[in-house]
């Protein structure tokens, strides 16, 4: 199947990128951005956003649309936090988004590094965007992110229910997914939440839009919707690429449901206009 031409990513290039390259590279840092060969890199880059990967680079689940590697866990880098915070500082931004690799194989879930990670950067003054896992529905897990007091928490969906199963790991689920969404509401209703959807897997509409729905009733805030793009053939196969039609048919539609903040879009990730998106969403929240 021939990638239309509005999926097509041009490499990463420019002044701003090699800069912030070589300072995750100094630091042995990892970035979502490239481990997962997300295609608007260079632009978040250039405005200020990085999504910075911790508790290593490789997953201890194996999601089947993926590029991230699993298996043979590493120990964690107990400087990582410091590494970040610096990082953050140097490449001077104004957003940070930070996400993780599932670690099932620490007593934690790396949960306390994790939460060390954000207060870290919190304090030098930046914004922070936490994408979390799923930490297996566990509670005290999640509280503890939720008490570091992140700008937005994020935690995605992924896809419908019914794909749900041929997809993702088999310890993630549907409504574990959208369980820990609820539940950061739940502690505090105040904090901003957000998920996203990828499209391309054969979904229907009326799946996606029961998939808005479920978000709506966990109190989801802030919504993404993209297009699958098969990273290696390792992973599963693209089942449909989505027209442009479909994406901005979707956008109002979850503008129309309640979403504070939607962007749609085949090159459109979680992190893809993160600062705009928190802006936006609590710019809509004082006109009320």
């Given at each position: 199947m021939l990638r239309p031409d509005y999926v097509k990513i041009k490499l990463p290039s420019g002044e701003k990128f090699s800069e912030v390259n070589s300072i995750l590279k100094t630091g042995l840092l990892h970035t979502v951005c490239e481990e997962a060969r997300c295609p608007n890199l260079s632009e978040c880059w250039e405005s200020g956003t990085a999504t910075f990967m911790i508790l290593g680079k490789n997953c201890s689940r194996g999601c089947r649309f993926c590029s991230v590697t699993h298996g043979n866990m590493e120990e964690l880098d107990p400087l990582e936090p410091e590494k970040v915070r610096d990082a953050v500082k140097n490449m001077n931004l104004k957003f940070a988004v930070i996400t993780s690799v599932d670690r099932d194989d620490l007593p934690d879930q790396g949960a306390e590094h994790y939460a060390k990670t954000i207060r870290m950067v919190r304090n030098t003054g930046v914004l922070v965007e936490s994408l979390i896992p799923d930490f297996r529905g566990d509670k005290t897990l999640i509280q503890s992110i939720v008490d570091e007091k992140p700008d937005v928490l994020a935690h995605n969906i992924e896809t419908v229910r019914r794909l749900t199963p041929v997809i993702r790991d088999g310890r993630a689920s549907y409504d574990q997914s959208i369980g820990v969404l609820k539940y950061v509401k739940e502690i505090d209703a105040e904090l901003t939440t957000k998920s996203s959807i990828m499209l391309g897997h054969g979904e229907t509409d009326q799946e996606v839009l029961e998939t808005m729905d479920d978000l709506l009733n966990a109190g989801v805030d802030i919504l993404t919707i993209g297009q699958y793009l098969r990273?290696?053939?390792?992973?599963?196969?693209?089942?449909?690429?989505?027209?442009?039609?479909?994406?901005?048919?979707?956008?109002?539609?979850?503008?129309e449901k309640g979403f504070r903040f939607v962007a749609s879009g085949p090159l459109v990730r979680t992190s893809y206009r993160a600062f705009e998106a928190w802006a936006m969403k609590n710019i809509t929240l004082k006109k009320r």
């Open positions: 990273p290696s053939k390792k992973q599963i196969p693209v089942a449909e690429y989505c027209p442009m039609e479909r994406y901005g048919k979707f956008e109002g539609i979850a503008k």
